[in-house]
C-alpha cells in the first residue's frame, strides 16, 4: 500500500467519521461545529481528486459561510431545543429517505457508471485556447455553461430575499443585527482593523488569479464577506439598512452587469451570453469583478439575516 | 546538497508534527478550557511554524515561499487572537 493510498483511506474514514458525530451530536451547537469540521476535511478530499477549485469552494462556501449560517440558527434556537423529540416514525423515514439517496447516489457513481466515466473533459481543454483563459473551471463556468452561472448568482440574491422578507412588518427595511449585544471586545476590534486589509488582498488576488489558476469570483467574494462580517461584529462599522439603496445596488450589480454582458452577447455575437471574438477575457474579468462584489454583498447580508430594528432616521 | 535538503525538509516537518500530535493529545487530555487552549497554540504557532520551514526549501519560487510564510502568519495571527477571545468567553461564564 502506498502511503498515498494510505493517506487517502484515512482521510475517507475521517470524514466519515465527522459525518456521523455530526448526525449523533445532542446539541445543535456540537452538530454545527462537527458540520464544519466536515466541510474542511471534504474540501482536503477534493485536493487529493485534483480539483483545487472546488475544494477552495467547499472550504469558503461550504465550511465557513454556511457554518456561520448554521452557527447563528444554532444561537438564535439555542433555548427552545429542549422540546419533545420528533415522534419516531418521522425520524426513522427521514433516515430512511437519506439512506436511499444515498444509495442511490453511490449504485449510480459506483456501479452503474461505465468504466471509463463518460468526461467532457478534453473538449473542454481544446476549446479553452479560443476563450483566452487559463483555469478550464472558469471557462466551464463563464463560457460553455454561463446561462447556468448567471442563474446561480440570481438564485443567491432570490435567498436574500427570502430571508429579508422573514422581518417583521414594523422593522421592515430596518437594520439586522449582528452579534451579541454587549460591547465587543477589545481584541475582536484589532484583529476586525489589522486582518480586513489582509483579506481584502487575498479576496482579490483569489478572483483575479481564477482566470488563469484556481480560484475565482465565488471564493474571492467569500473572503470578502468574512472580512466585512468581521468588522461588522467589532461595530467598527455599521450594517446599512436593507433599505438602502447602496446595498441593494451592490447586492444587484453583479447579476446585472452580467445579464447586461449577455445580452450585448445578442448584438455583437450573436447569442446570448457569447463574447466577441477576442474579448472574452475581459469580459469574464469584467463579470466576475462585479460578481465578486455582489456574492461578498449577499453572504454577508444573509449571515446578518433579517432586519430586528427599525432604520435609523 | 539536495540530500542535505531533503534531510533538513524531513526534521523539520516530523519536528512539527510530533507538535501537532502532542496537541492534539492535550487538547483531548487537559481538563480546562485554559489547558486546552494551551495545548492548541503550541500545534498552530510551532508546529505549523516548522512545517512551513521545512517545506520553504522545496519550492520552486520566491513568490511560493512568500505565500507559504503569509499563511503561517495570518495562522499565528488569527489563532493568537481567538484565542484570547475563547478564553476571555470561558472565563466570564
Redesign the interface.
Known sequence: MTSALAFDLALAALVLAIATLTIAAREAMSAVISFIAYGLLLSLAWVRLRAPDVALTEAAIGAGVTGLLLLGAAATIGDRQAGAAPPLALMLAAGLACALVASGLAATTLVLLPEPAPTLAPPAMASLATTGLGNPVTAVLFVYRALDTLLEKVVLVLALLGVWSLAPDRVWGGVARLGPDAPP?A??V??AQ??PP?GMVIAIYMFWTGADHPGGAFQGGAILAAMWLIVLTARLADMPATSHPGLRLLVLAGPMLFAAIGFAGWALADAFLAYPEGYAKPLIILAEAGLTLSIAATLACLVAGPATRTPPP | MSTAIALVTVVAVSAGSIFFLAGTIGLIRFPDAPCRLHALTKADNLGLGLIVLGLLPQVGTLAEALKLVCIWLLVLFSGAIVTQLIAATSRHK
Open positions: 471586545r481584541m475582536l484589532f484583529l489589522l486582518l489582509v
